[in-house]
């Protein structure tokens, strides 16, 4: 049975991360992958360190979509892959790799995550993460000077050319696509419980759908003896 795929999606700052990681903690890390889609960022090591700073990292565009859905698809059906690591200061891919094994549940993460329908189709449960913009804002401000070597002059300059249009292009329309929206207030513990309750009944049905199976086959192997 295929592993089931939970989408956590929802603008910049706006506590995507700090869900997904709440929901690994209590399911378990024994049975969750957890594939961040800003890792699939497109290496930028051909252009100057001028031209990577300026770059639109908010537009589709900038993430290795392909790869990304390849990566999916692969452990959505059991089977371990080498997902790629992003160097948030250079701008550029590393050389290295973090290997992922698959798991019964796949948690996705990522602002554009929605954005494009063959993603869409990998991904069974879809939520969304709600934050007022200036909540996620001075997340983002915060993060990127702590985490990612960025002025509070250069975080702002990009907020404002790229960052809150392509939330209003691309990253905030596909809240349409989500089954459940998720409000970020006090960790919002009530929801992440929701999430957490679905998913434990749909690991449940699956098993009872493999137990099935496997006695459906069993059964049909004993006739076969019979005849012989």
Same mark, same amino acid.
């Given at each position: 049975?295929?592993?089931? !795929?939970?989408?956590?999606?929802?603008?910049?700052?706006?506590?995507?991360?700090?869900?997904? #990681?709440?929901?690994?903690?209590?399911?378990?890390?024994?049975?969750?992958?957890?594939?961040?889609?800003?890792?699939?960022?497109?290496?930028?090591?051909?252009?100057?360190?001028?031209?990577?700073?300026?770059?639109?990292?908010?537009?589709?565009?900038?993430?290795?979509?392909?790869?990304?859905?390849?990566?999916?698809?692969?452990?959505?059906?059991? *089977?371990?892959?080498? *997902?790629?690591?992003?160097?948030?200061?250079?701008?550029?891919?590393?050389?290295?790799?973090?290997?992922?094994?698959?798991?019964?549940? !796949?948690?996705?993460?990522?602002?554009?995550?929605?954005?494009?329908?063959?993603?869409?189709?990998?991904?069974?449960?879809?939520?969304?993460?709600?934050?007022?913009?200036?909540?996620?804002?001075?997340?983002?401000?915060?993060?990127?000077?702590?985490?990612?070597? #960025?002025?509070?002059?250069? !975080?702002?300059?990009?907020?404002? *050319?790229?960052?809150?249009?392509?939330?209003?292009?691309?990253?905030?329309?596909?809240?349409?696509?989500?089954?459940?929206?998720?409000?970020?207030?006090?960790?919002?513990?009530?929801?992440?419980?929701?999430?957490?309750?679905?998913?434990?009944?749909?690991?449940?049905?699956?098993?009872?759908?493999?137990?099935?199976?496997?006695?459906? *086959?069993?059964?049909?192997?004993?006739?076969?003896?019979?005849?012989?």
């Amino acid at each position: 049975m295929a592993s089931l !795929v939970i989408g956590i999606a929802g603008g910049s700052g706006s506590g995507k991360t700090t869900i997904a #990681r709440k929901i690994r903690d209590k399911v378990g890390n024994d049975r969750i992958t957890f594939i961040e889609m800003d890792c699939y960022y497109r290496d930028l090591s051909h252009l100057n360190i001028d031209q990577r700073i300026a770059h639109n990292f908010d537009h589709p565009s900038s993430i290795d979509i392909e790869l990304f859905i390849e990566h999916i698809k692969a452990v959505k059906n059991g *089977k371990s892959i080498e *997902k790629p690591q992003y160097d948030f200061i250079t701008h550029t891919r590393l050389q290295k790799t973090a290997g992922i094994i698959s798991q019964p549940v !796949v948690i996705l993460e990522g602002i554009l995550l929605y954005e494009n329908p063959k993603v869409r189709e990998l991904i069974d449960i879809k939520t969304y993460v709600e934050a007022p913009d200036d909540v996620r804002f001075i997340r983002r401000l915060m993060r990127d000077i702590e985490h990612r070597g #960025r002025t509070p002059r250069a !975080v702002v300059e990009q907020y404002y *050319k790229t960052v809150r249009p392509m939330h209003e292009t691309f990253a905030g329309p596909t809240r349409e696509y989500a089954d459940m929206i998720i409000p970020w207030h006090d960790y919002n513990e009530v929801a992440i419980d929701m999430v957490i309750s679905r998913i434990e009944a749909c690991l449940k049905e699956r098993k009872q759908v493999d137990n099935l199976y496997i006695e459906n *086959k069993r059964f049909i192997s004993e006739k076969a003896a019979e005849v012989v």
